[in-house]
């Protein structure tokens, strides 16, 4: 074993350069620019690669503030759905930032000395963290932020998606994202294809799938975003990728995996809090409020902060208990290649309510809507999915490369 060696001393170190970290590191240089922070990522970029989107809808103020600084592209006009029974233009204000912009604007941000990207961690304790190759970080708050440890704690199903950044021949002509267009063959799954146009000549094509496996079969994957761009008319020549597998939680317990992973004195947040939206996979509002959140008590003792963290990942697990419920029904309820008319029926509803089911603030009174009215899958299904237990989440093999 590699001694350690004397390195950085920080008052919060992160580790973890994700949207999580990066997030929380920003919060704080923009509440107490002389706190000392370390953000250690194990990548050459700080977020990976990745693009998150999400309604303007979804941030507070404080929340958009903070996202300020990052290049972000909006698109005022709405967004269009499409599902075999119906299409569907809505009004929310859609927004999506790119790893690379979010990686510039953090270098811009925040001090050269702040971050170490490239560096591996060997080890983490509540006085710091020691990186591979013997490095020592002395810090009196440290928070792992390095993405989620799946555990079979969880039970439920994988989301499975691979994108292309595509530039076309010619100006495509695109207004507005399409966020679903599920008019597509299912592959026993609930598939649909995501579209944002970047600029005149450039667009993002995201195939998705929610299935019970997590294989991602990057062959087949690639040949069906190939025939559905032929199929729109969109050629050209792509400029990069974009793969995931992502856990879709629909049950467990949260207070075991809190003690399964739990390293004493040290905060957890982000994915390895298990804090985000189940059913969606969207994280951008969830990293901003958990960001405020360290950034509003960054005077905090190492305990103290792991402490407040553990307590906001409960509360956020009891806000989104609804949305894990749906995943059950979508999951065990509906035939995989039925699955679609659950999402169908919802993009019927009423615009608040679908911005509101996206940033995890349901009412009660939406929680109703959904579930009245004609049910998308056969009631007796539904009861069955809901009374059982979906099997508990294994690790993907060789697919882990969601960031």
Not at 55 to 74: C, M, V, Y
Not at 164 to 189: G, N, S, Y
Not at 302 to 319: C, D, I, S, T, Y
Not at 361 to 386: E, F, M, N, Q
Request: with cysteine; glycine share 8%; hydrophobic share 40%.
């Amino acid at each position: 074993m590699t001694p350690a060696t004397s390195g950085a001393r920080a008052d919060i170190a992160i580790l973890g350069g994700g949207l999580a970290g990066g997030l929380i590191a920003l919060a704080l240089r923009r509440a107490d620019p002389s706190l000392a922070v370390v953000l250690v990522e194990a990548g050459e970029m700080l977020g990976g690669n990745h693009r998150w989107s999400w309604f303007e809808s979804d941030l507070t103020r404080d929340g958009a503030a903070l996202l300020a600084p990052f290049r972000k592209i909006h698109w005022p006009a709405g967004y269009d759905v499409h599902f075999p029974e119906h299409s569907r233009r809505l009004d929310s204000t859609y927004v999506s930032l790119a790893s690379a912009d979010f990686d510039a604007a953090l270098r811009r941000e925040l001090s050269q000395s702040t971050i170490h990207t490239g560096r591996n961690v060997a080890s983490v304790d509540a006085r710091g963290a020691t990186l591979e190759g013997g490095e020592r970080i002395e810090a009196r708050c440290v928070i792992d932020a390095r993405g989620f440890i799946l555990s079979d704690a969880f039970e439920g199903g994988w989301q499975v998606f691979m994108g292309r950044h595509l530039r076309t021949d010619a100006p495509h002509d695109v207004d507005r994202p399409i966020v679903m267009d599920a008019k597509l063959a299912q592959h026993d799954a609930f598939r649909f294809v995501y579209t944002l146009p970047l600029a005149a000549d450039e667009l993002f094509v995201e195939d998705t799938y929610y299935q019970d496996s997590p294989v991602l079969d990057r062959a087949a994957l690639s040949s069906r975003i190939e025939r559905y761009c032929d199929a729109m008319g969109w050629h050209g020549e792509p400029i990069a990728f974009e793969t995931g597998v992502l856990p879709v939680i629909t049950g467990g317990d949260l207070a075991r995996y809190q003690r399964e992973v739990r390293v004493p004195g040290v905060a957890m947040a982000g994915a390895r809090a298990m804090i985000g939206h189940p059913l969606t996979s969207y994280t951008l509002p969830f990293a901003v409020e958990t960001a405020l959140l360290v950034a509003e008590n960054s005077q905090l003792p190492g305990e103290q902060m792991a402490a407040l963290l553990e307590a906001h990942a409960r509360r956020v697990w009891q806000r989104t208990g609804f949305y894990r419920m749906l995943g059950s029904m979508l999951f065990g309820a509906a035939k995989p290649e039925e699955r679609y008319r659950i999402f169908s029926r919802f993009y019927r509803l009423s615009p608040g309510l679908i911005e509101r089911f996206y940033a995890a603030r349901s009412t009660t009174r939406d929680k109703l809507r959904v579930l009245t009215g004609k049910p998308p899958v056969p009631i007796p299904h539904a009861l069955r999915a809901l009374a059982s237990h979906r099997p508990p989440l294994a690790p993907p093999e060789g697919t882990a490369d969601n960031g």
